[in-house]
């Protein structure tokens, strides 16, 4: 058995590239996915990038906002989003903290996903012109991704459902 440890003494001090107040710790990473923790700050952010892998966004604790394409949703505990491949996306704070695990399920191969390295998103860009990125003829669609719609807030919560804040 292996014990993987995360959380407060086991992060990086500095989160992805193009994060600011983030730091984040790589818990497993096997066959082009990886699951990691990411702490944010009060005013952090994830700044929006774009990905070759559908990734799952699991707050943890606290909340924040995130960002698919130009919409943006606020997000607490108990949530996630899903973030498509190739969409843009990202992740901020404003007075508040937020912890997240993130779940990506990449491409196995993709050099992008196991370097975790930020890709930059040109509007004019094809994810072929990506550095490191293998030239595919056979390119899936893109895949089409949007927010959840907006679920009960802390003060809306009814203690009676059973969950203990």
């Excluded at 992060?11 to 818990?27: D, F, L, N, W």
């Excluded at 990691?36 to 990905?51: T, W």
């Amino acid at each position: 058995m292996e014990i993987r440890r995360f959380g407060p003494g086991h992060r990086q001090a500095e989160g992805p590239p193009g994060s600011q107040g983030v730091t984040g710790q790589v818990i497993h990473s096997e066959g082009g996915a990886r699951v990691s923790e990411l702490v944010f700050q009060r005013y952090a952010m994830v700044s929006p990038h774009s990905s070759p892998s559908s990734t799952l966004f699991v707050v943890i604790s606290g909340g924040g906002y995130v960002q698919v394409g130009g919409e943006r949703s606020r997000i607490n505990h108990g949530e996630a989003v899903v973030w498509p491949p190739d969409v843009p996306h990202g992740a901020f704070t404003d007075g508040s903290e937020m912890r997240a695990i993130v779940i990506e399920l990449g491409r196995a191969g993709d050099p992008r996903l196991l370097e975790g390295s930020a890709v930059e998103v040109r509007p004019d860009a094809d994810a072929s012109d990506a550095p490191g990125a293998a030239v595919s003829h056979d390119r899936p669609a893109k895949a089409q991704g949007s927010l959840a719609e907006r679920q009960k807030r802390r003060d809306e919560y009814d203690a009676s459902e059973g969950e203990p804040w």
